[in-house]
C-alpha cells in the first residue's frame, strides 16, 4: 500500500493461525485460521476504491468469543457466528473538495456450521456512508465518521485512517 493511515493503491494480505490447547496452559484445545486481503485502486485522481474479503474458521471446541463472525459496519459484532464465517467489503472514497471526502461502502458476509452450508444460513447484507477529513496532508492521515446499516441494525463508527486498519 502507498500509506499505512489511508492509502490510495496497493494491496495487503495475511493469513494467521492460532493453535490453543491444555497442554500450553489453554482451557479447551480449539485452532482457528484467518485470512484478509484487502486492495485499493485509484480509479481517477480524486476517487479511489476499496475491496476487502476475508475468510475465518475456528476447529475444535472454540469458545464463544473465538468463534468466526460476520464482520461488516453496520453488522454487530458476534452476531452472525459458525465454524465458517465470510465477507467482502466494497469501498469508495471521493474526495470532493480540498480535504473532504465522501465514502460510500457495501457488503455480504456468511456464517456456517460447514463449507458447505455457506448462503443456506446466517448470510447479511450492509452497508453506509461516511465522511472523512484530511488531517496530516504529509502523513496522508484521514479522519471521519461512518453510518452503517444492515438489515436488523444501524452503526456510527468514528474512523481513524482506512476502516479496515492494518499495521
Same mark, same amino acid.
Given at each position: 500500500?502507498?500509506n499505512?493511515?489511508?492509502?490510495?493503491q496497493g494491496?495487503f494480505?495475511e493469513?494467521t493461525?492460532?493453535?490453543h490447547?491444555?497442554?500450553?496452559?489453554?482451557?479447551?484445545a480449539h485452532?482457528?485460521?484467518?485470512m484478509?486481503?484487502?486492495h485499493?485502486?485509484?480509479?481517477q485522481?480524486?476517487?479511489?476504491?476499496?475491496?476487502?474479503?476475508?475468510?475465518?474458521?475456528s476447529?475444535?471446541? $472454540?469458545?464463544?468469543?473465538?468463534?468466526?463472525?460476520?464482520a461488516l459496519r453496520?453488522?454487530?459484532?458476534?452476531?452472525?457466528?459458525?465454524?465458517v464465517?465470510?465477507?467482502v467489503?466494497?469501498?469508495?472514497r471521493?474526495?470532493?473538495?480540498?480535504?473532504?471526502?465522501?465514502?460510500?461502502?457495501?457488503?455480504?458476509g456468511? $456464517?456456517?456450521?460447514?463449507?458447505?452450508?455457506?448462503?443456506?444460513?446466517d448470510?447479511?447484507?450492509?452497508?453506509?456512508?461516511?465522511f472523512?477529513?484530511?488531517?496530516?496532508?504529509?502523513?496522508?492521515l484521514?479522519?471521519?465518521?461512518?453510518?452503517?446499516?444492515s438489515?436488523?441494525?444501524?452503526?456510527?463508527?468514528?474512523?481513524f485512517?482506512?476502516?479496515?486498519?492494518?499495521?
Amino acid at each position: 500500500r502507498d500509506n499505512i493511515f489511508t492509502p490510495n493503491q496497493g494491496s495487503f494480505a495475511e493469513l494467521t493461525a492460532t493453535f490453543h490447547d491444555p497442554l500450553f496452559g489453554a482451557s479447551s484445545a480449539h485452532q482457528r485460521v484467518d485470512m484478509v486481503g484487502i486492495h485499493y485502486v485509484p480509479l481517477q485522481d480524486n476517487l479511489v476504491l476499496g475491496v476487502r474479503g476475508d475468510v475465518n474458521m475456528s476447529f475444535g471446541d $472454540a469458545p464463544f468469543y473465538a468463534v468466526p463472525y460476520v464482520a461488516l459496519r453496520g453488522v454487530p459484532a458476534l452476531r452472525y457466528q459458525g465454524k465458517v464465517a465470510t465477507s467482502v467489503e466494497a469501498e469508495l472514497r471521493w474526495r470532493f473538495w480540498k480535504r473532504f471526502s465522501l465514502i460510500a461502502f457495501g457488503g455480504i458476509g456468511a $456464517a456456517a456450521k460447514s463449507w458447505g452450508d455457506i448462503g443456506s444460513d446466517d448470510v447479511i447484507l450492509a452497508g453506509g456512508l461516511g465522511f472523512r477529513y484530511e488531517l496530516a496532508r504529509r502523513y496522508g492521515l484521514h479522519m471521519g465518521v461512518d453510518v452503517g446499516f444492515s438489515e436488523e441494525d444501524t452503526a456510527v463508527y468514528i474512523t481513524f485512517g482506512s476502516a479496515w486498519m492494518r499495521p
